[in-house]
């Protein structure tokens, strides 16, 4: 499920829909912000225990 900046997602790890860059929230009060690395928007929820590989 993606998310947006500013919304309140839960806590959990996040990952960027454009650049891959991974987001902590660590309270479900927290606001989801830009992706640090290219301030891009949209960024989508990844499940515990999930291993993600990127292949280039």
Do not use: R
Not at 14 to 28: A, E
């Amino acid at each position: 499920m993606a998310y947006s900046t500013g919304e309140k997602p839960g806590n959990g790890t996040y990952i960027c829909k454009v650049c891959g860059q991974k987001v902590v929230l660590d309270d479900n009060t927290d606001t989801l912000p830009p992706c640090p690395k290219c301030k891009k928007t949209l960024l989508h929820w990844v499940p515990p225990c999930t291993v993600v590989f990127f292949y280039h």
